[in-house]
């Protein structure tokens, strides 16, 4: 392994993926339900900061969406940046700088001119990566993050992800007996370790042993590579990364999983008042030993500032949500860190109603004409319509030029998609400041709507065809290839239907067409 790569996997790329937790508008929301002032005020122009970006899917996005905004990209691996910095060519943006540098690099100034970052963000980096990295991400925020500013960082989490540790340390030690690439030698591993379990080894969880086994079996090599394979894997206590932290004035705010900040919908009521009695500084670590989380997406700020009690409801109220699934999707029903609730239908179910004829604040939803409007506390509706990603904050204005930079962008996008096989993208949209995401069919339909195909079904079915055709490749049923041309037209015409009546009103009301 060269040195560059300072024990990180390196010879092959990372997966691509955008994160909404990751983006502005989500983790405004997470300070709004926390009542903390959020590093900006709301339509705004800030700068972000995303370290350890890989190919950048998340920043390109933030980007594109946040038109009047300036983002910076950092990944120490050369072909991250590359891969980046086509697509961000490709799609004519103009506000984002992505640069090769390791952590260490940055603070030792070879990237001039940076500016203070509002946002800084970390996502797959910190558990992943040497103590000194840890220490040199720290130096960075500690220069380069504004009073007021906020950072996101994931990690594996312990107590939760602590039997995961013997079975991550034996594919470690079985990788370093092999030289080839790393997407081969994780398999090489997974076999020797499964004789090893066969042959009595201890320590070794069946049910994790199963989820490798899935994961190999669907193809996701890079990700088992870079999830169990980097020398310095190490999950942390949150109390531990809450340390380290706070050399940069960081003060823990909350989680990015929305529902998580509802003691009620993550802890039995002995729980809570066993917690309630710990300082905060041990209470959230302690709740870690209850809820078991593997996985934290935590905010941090620097100096956080609370928002007056008598003014937060009146804030969130201001807040105005579009509805981001099809009306058939919308459920009452919904997942919780203690399993499942439902959602009090005298408020909820005519709330879904009124945004499924458009976009609407958290206080006309609580003013609708029944009696159970004023049944949930705005940050309530917040959290339960945020958290369950059911609606999303509207935070940008919709012009025709932010809209020609998204649909720029979004073409580029599909584009490297559909050549790298991929059958989900995310797609940008100005309103939301984020993306909504999208399936092959409703990618093609995308791509031949902007490109000037009339919004008919027939028509837009041939153009989806057509498409399709051009490229090679067919129609997925079941995990097979559907090889009939009429057969995949019969699909195409089906879908156009729904395309046009749903996911197209849909794309232009949070401005992503």
């Known amino acids: 392994m060269n040195d560059w790569t300072q024990g990180y996997v390196s010879d092959i790329e990372y997966l691509p993926g955008f994160y909404a937790e990751q983006t502005p508008v989500h983790l405004d929301a997470t300070c709004l339900l926390r009542g903390i002032e959020p590093p900006v005020a709301q339509g705004q122009p800030f700068t972000y900061c995303e370290l350890g970006c890989g190919v950048a899917e998340t920043a390109l996005v933030v980007a594109a969406a946040n038109p009047a905004s300036s983002v910076w990209g950092f990944d120490f691996n050369p072909a991250h940046i590359a891969r980046a910095r086509a697509l961000a060519d490709a799609g004519k943006l103009d506000n984002i700088r992505l640069e090769e ?34 220490q040199h991400i720290v130096r960075f925020i500690d220069r380069y993050l504004k009073p007021g500013g906020l950072v996101y960082v994931t990690y594996n989490a312990l107590p939760g992800w602590a039997t995961v540790t013997p079975m991550q340390r034996m594919l470690l030690m079985f990788s370093t007996m092999g030289h080839e690439r790393s997407d081969r030698r994780i398999v090489q591993s997974l076999d020797r370790m499964l004789q090893f379990v066969e042959a009595g080894a201890v ?8 989820g490798l086994k899935k994961e190999r079996d669907n193809g996701n090599l890079a990700y088992l590579s870079h999830e169990y394979l980097n020398e310095h894997w190490s999950p ?31 802890l039995t009521g002995e729980q809570r008042d066993l917690l309630a009695q ?23 700020m620097r100096g956080p500032r609370p928002i007056p009690e008598r003014r937060l409801d009146q804030r969130i109220s201001e ?25 009090n239908e005298g408020f909820y179910t005519p709330a879904f109603e009124a945004l499924t004829e458009g976009p609407q604040t958290i206080g006309e939803l609580r003013d609708l004409p029944h009696a159970a409007a004023k049944s949930a506390a705005p940050r309530e509706v917040l959290g339960m319509m945020v958290g369950t990603r059911q609606a999303m904050l509207v935070v940008n204005p919709v012009s025709e030029d932010a809209l020609a930079r998204v649909r720029a962008f979004n073409l580029a996008h599909l584009s490297a998609c559909a050549d790298e096989g991929r059958s989900i ?50 129609l997925r049923q079941e995990g097979e290839f559907v090889v009939d041309p009429e057969e995949n037209r019969r699909i195409l015409r089906e879908s156009a239907e729904s ?8 794309w232009q009301r949070v401005g992503a067409i």
């Open 101 to 134: 540098a390791s952590f260490e690099e940055l603070n030792a100034g070879k990237v001039s001119d940076l500016p203070a970052f509002d946002y800084i963000t970390l996502h797959g980096v910190w558990s992943w990566v040497s103590l000194e990295n840890r």
């Open 203 to 210: 320590g070794i969880s069946s049910e994790l042993l199963d």
């Open 236 to 266: 942390c206590f949150q109390m531990d990364v809450a340390k380290d932290l706070s050399a940069a004035k960081l003060s823990f705010v909350g989680t990015a999983n929305l529902l998580e900040n509802f003691p009620d919908l993550s």
């Open 278 to 300: 710990l300082p905060p500084a041990v209470a959230e670590t302690a709740r870690d030993y209850f809820m078991l989380r593997t996985f934290r997406r935590d905010i941090y």
């Open 319 to 343: 807040k105005r949500l579009s509805l981001v699934v099809p009306p058939s999707a919308i459920s009452r029903t919904v997942r919780i860190p203690r399993g499942e609730a439902t959602l």
């Open 425 to 474: 993208c995310a797609m940008a949209a100005v309103a939301i400041g984020s993306a909504v995401t999208v399936r092959l069919i409703e990618m093609l339909a995308y791509e031949v709507l902007v490109t000037g195909t009339a919004p008919e079904t027939e028509t837009l079915t041939q153009a989806m065809w057509g498409l399709l055709e051009k490229r090679g490749d067919r």
């Open 499 to 506: 395309i046009l009546t749903g996911a197209l009103p849909f």
